[in-house]
Structure formats: structure tokens, C-alpha cells
DNA sequence: GTCTATATCTCGATAGAC
DNA sequence: GTCTATCGAGATATAGAC
């Protein structure tokens, strides 16, 4: 029922969560144990069935759910703090090569590498990355409808930005590098940038 | 030391690998068991260690580099069937689009789900992926450039063409739709033909 | 509710018969 | 070289004390 205080140490739910979130997102979900998740988490390893009756797949479908909220408020508040949708795009990846650089190439998306172990393996998992990915369709295609974006086409390019993110952390985790962000980014910024640029195109 | 014979059943280490990398392709490299890839090729499990050694990494290793070169051809392929390097383009994502509606959203990208699971945990097959993607990337800068587009542009698309056909798997074996894949390719192919339309953009 | 101990299973890896 | 049996470790999940 505690939502926990808005000071102090965060619930032993919350933390275990928390601990799930960073350990999936680096290592993935079959590569992470649970025992792993309550050591980093400091909770008894009996607290995960106590909150997560339904086991591991439970806790993995809330990790997702949970950061994957968390990320798309990261997109919404990169997009409205800057003076125009390119400058979003810009800002987003470049604030998602530094968080990579930062973190030694490990945080990337927080649910990518689970999405593609479980998209053919659990299928409530694959759901709940489902939504997440959805979420983020909506999320992007409103704010570009709201910079004066046809509806259509900014979905289309919400879509390209998506694709072009994720496979921009596949290439820069694996190569350890952050051109593959700053291609992409570009790419996606120019893209964004020409359907501003021509009302005709943007309600084609 | 038998390479196998020109038809007739392949040989033991090949049916390994084979296996090994249909299995890791669709469930990950910690989702899959050793057990698992044996039973699927019809393999004692002592087979596994006779022919490598090093074990499940070496296995790994051996099929990162085996279903990434095969990959590789397959692009390089569509690229020399196609009249232009555009339509080459948008004939690779078509195909691959199709080859995952068939395998019911399996298949997508050899090594993309072992290579995010390993980027962070497991540095020799961190390293083999990376080799693969290098490859992967001078194969398409050649190609585009003998087509025309300047080394610097030929990489730099090579490099958000793979970012947009990655990121397009994950969200297409998420959403299972082709969705993505239609967006990133139409993406890609307008920016390569952007870049052969105009040779002054294609030379900075 | 919190936490410990344990049951059951499967993992990667090895030893050794044939 | 092929194949089986088994090892110890670690997995998920559960039972039950406190």
C-alpha cells in the first residue's frame, strides 16, 4: 500500500524494481537471476514473491512497464524543452550518447535488449513491450502533430526515429563507439527538418 | 577435418552450428541451452566440447562470424541484383520484412539479440559481433560508393541504414507488425536517393 | 510482512566407456 | 571420434519460522 515517502529510502518494492530495471537493461532478462536482483536491491529474496506472486515474469513485465514510462517522459521533456522539434531530436540523441559514454556503453534502452529475448519466447513479456513501444508511437506522433506535423507523416517519422534510436544502441554498444548515434540522429533531424520545411510533404 | 561433402547430410560441427545459430538468433545466447542446441541437431553433447573446446563462447564466437558472413552476402547480393543502389535498398527491406512475417516474427537479424546481451558482460563475443558489424559496414560503404556516393556520405548512410534496419526488427518482432520496416526502409532509400540525385551532396 | 532454508530443476562442463 | 553418465553450481520457486 506505501507508495513510499517522497524522502528516505525508497520501498523494498521500489527497489527491487529498480535493480531489475539497470540489471535487465545491461544484461538482459535470461542473463539476470533473481537472487542477483535482491542482492542489489539488499531485499530478502523472499520479498519478490511476496510482491511478484507471479515470479520473475511478473516483475519483468512491471520493470518494462515502469521504465518504459520513464523514457518516454525522458523524449517529452527533451522535445518541450527545446525551441523547435529538430533541436528535440538533436538534444535526445545526443543526450543519449552521453548517458552511453557515461555508463561505459551500458545504458542504452531499458527495454530493448528484453524485448528481443522474449519477442518469440514469453508472450506477456512481448505484450508488455508491446505497450511500451505503442506508448512511444503516441508519444512521439503527438508531439510532432503539435509542431505543425501532418498526422500521418508524423507518425511515419516517429517511427524512423524510434527504429533508427534502437539500432543506433545496437551498433554503438557492440562497436563502442557513438557515430552510429550521431548518423542516425542526423539522419532523423534532417528528416524531421524537411517535413517542417515543406507544409505540402508534411500533409502528404 | 572433413569440410563436408557437396550434398548428403552436413557434418556434425556443422549441424552445431547451424542449430546453435537458429537458436541464439531467436531466443539469445543465456536463453538458449547447450542441451537445447544438441537435441535440435541431432548431436551427442559431447560434441559440443570436441569440436570447441572453449565451450558455449566458442560456439558463440564460431556463429556470430558464420551467420554474420552469410548476412553480409545476402546484402551484398540484393545490392548487385537490383538496376540501382535505391532500389537495392528498398528490395533488402522488403525481404527481410518477408522472411520475418514467414518465420512468424523469428527471424530478423542474425546476431542483433546475443549482441546486445553480450555487449556489456561478455567481451570476447562483444568483440565478434563488433567485427561483424565493421564488416557489415565497409561491405555497404564499398557498395555505395561504387555507385557513386562519396566514401564519407556511403559510410555515414551504410551506417544509418543499419541503424534503421536494426531498430525496425525490434520494434517489428515487438508490435509483430512490418510497420517499421516499411517507415525505415522507404527512410533509407529516400536518403540514398537523395545522395545519388545530388552529387555535390554526395561529395561532402 | 519479513526473511531463511530448502526443494526441484537445468545449466555448463567433465570423465571415461566404447 | 562418438556418445553417455554425472558433476557442482546456480536457477526459479516454495514452505514455513519469526
Redesign the interface.
Known sequence: MNAGPATGRPSTKERIVTAGAELFR??????TGLKQIVAAADAPFGSVYHFFPGGKEQLGAEVVRTSGAAYGRLFTAAMEAAPDPVTGVRDFFAGAARTLVET???DACPI??L???V???NEPL?QA??EV??GWITLGTAAFAAAGIGARPAR?LT??L??????????A????ST??LE??G??VA??ASALLGSPDAGRG
Do not use: D, H, N
Open positions: 545491461r544484461q538482459g532478462y535470461t542473463g561505459g556503453y551500458a530493448a535488449t524485448a528481443l529475448e519477442a518469440s519466447t512481448r513491450t508491446a513501444f505503442t511515419e517511427i524512423v524510434l527504429a533508427a534510436l534502437e539500432g543506433a544502441f545496437v551498433l554498444r557492440a562497436l563502442r557515430e552510429p548518423a542516425a542526423e539522419s534532417a528528416r
